[in-house]
């Protein structure tokens, strides 16, 4: 009986020993890892992620530059650059009396007006503001339609004197006088021709002398509108053929001007002699503008004892412009002083001229006539 009891504790011995040691081989791990114990939380799977590349870099398109807008000269309505307008509108009186003639610097002037002086012979005002010649000659004496000339460009006048009211009205309408007799720089003498005559200007030596107390236009302000392109003037779109405009300025003076294909321009005649200037160059313009005008006797005379005539500019009138090889009718008004001239078409609408220099013809109106042919 005790041995029977001995051998079912051996039995039961061994068989719980065989037991755990199964259970320990079914646990086993390798070295170094932990065991997964029943009561162990099972760790989480880690979430997969998706891998992002970098996204390419876009270049960064840099903004155009903006084009910068064409910029014109005002007094001619030719395109410039800005940088070279910064300088006011430089005016010189010219003398074209016979004994004056070849005149010396016309040429590059963008305006010019010929008004009737003493004696019915006539003058110029000669704007330069795009192009600067280095001498003009002759230079004569200011006169008292010049200030309404010169009054809505604020600019520069040089003349070699004067009398004290025409001198007045100048320096009154924001104009810079340069007049040789009060010993003003730019002046000198020609030794070949004989005074009055022979007073040579330097355009350069003018304007170095500008105030700056009087604050003048730099660029001078657009004086008549210019058609974008040649071809688009009103003379040219509205205008008839004009091969030849005759002007009858006074029984001293007629300006004759002929129309030539091939420059362009109408080609200027004192008479039936060919104007031109000292360096061979023939006066021309691209446009010319005749306007009816008002002349008056003024109480003042010359040195010659003759009265001074003075061309009335505030008001209106009839005028014509020619220009492209045509010629269109206009009507001209000037309201005040310091106001340009302002000049419409028979409708109503501004006229405009062709991109160039332009002259203008003074045309009295007891004395004076044009012709168109």
């Known amino acids: 009986m005790r041995r029977t009891l001995r051998r079912q504790r051996a039995a039961g011995a061994l068989a719980l020993v065989t037991a755990v040691a199964i259970g320990m081989s079914a646990c086993s791990t390798p070295w170094g890892q932990r065991l997964a114990w029943p009561w162990d939380e099972p760790e989480p799977l880690a979430t997969p992620t998706a891998t992002v590349e970098p996204e390419t870099a876009t270049p960064k398109t840099e903004a155009p530059e903006p084009v910068p807008k064409p910029v014109y000269w005002p007094l001619t309505g030719i395109e410039g650059k800005e940088k070279a307008m910064g300088r006011p509108a430089l005016s010189v009186k010219i003398e074209n009396a016979p004994e004056a003639r070849p005149t010396r610097g016309l040429e590059y002037a963008d305006l010019v007006w010929e008004e009737v002086v003493e004696g019915g012979i006539t003058r110029f005002v000669a ?39 025409f001198i007045d009205r100048v320096n009154r309408v924001s104009t810079q006088s340069v007049i040789m007799d009060d010993g003003d720089a730019g002046f000198s003498r020609d030794p070949s021709r004989p005074a009055p005559h022979n007073v040579i200007g330097r355009p350069e030596v003018f304007l170095s002398q500008e105030r700056e107390d009087l604050r003048l236009s730099a660029p001078p302000p657009e004086q008549f509108l210019h058609a974008p392109e040649a071809g688009e003037s009103s003379a040219a779109v509205e205008g008839r053929r004009a091969g030849t ?129």
């Open 127 to 165: 704007t330069y503001h795009s192009t600067l010649p280095d001498t003009v000659e002759p230079v004569r004496s200011v006169r008292p339609m010049d200030a309404a000339i010169v009054a809505p460009m604020k600019g520069m006048l040089a003349y070699s004197g004067g009398q004290s009211p």
């Open 245 to 373: 405009i005759g002007v009858r300025l006074s029984n001293q003076q007629t300006s004759n001007w002929y129309w030539d294909g091939g420059s362009h321009t109408y080609r200027r005649s004192e008479g039936g002699v060919a104007s031109m200037s000292a360096s061979g160059v023939r006066h021309a313009a691209r446009n010319v503008v005749a306007l009816q005008v008002d002349v008056v006797m003024t109480p003042y005379v010359d040195a010659a004892g003759s009265h001074v005539p003075e061309t009335k500019l505030v008001g209106s009138g009839t005028g014509i412009i020619a220009a492209e090889g045509k010629v269109v009718k206009v009507h001209w008004s000037k309201s005040k002083l310091r106001r340009p001239v302002e000049l419409t078409l028979e409708n109503g609408e501004p006229a405009r001229l062709a991109p160039g220099n332009t002259w203008i013809e003074l045309v009295p109106k007891a004395s004076g006539s044009w012709s168109v042919s």
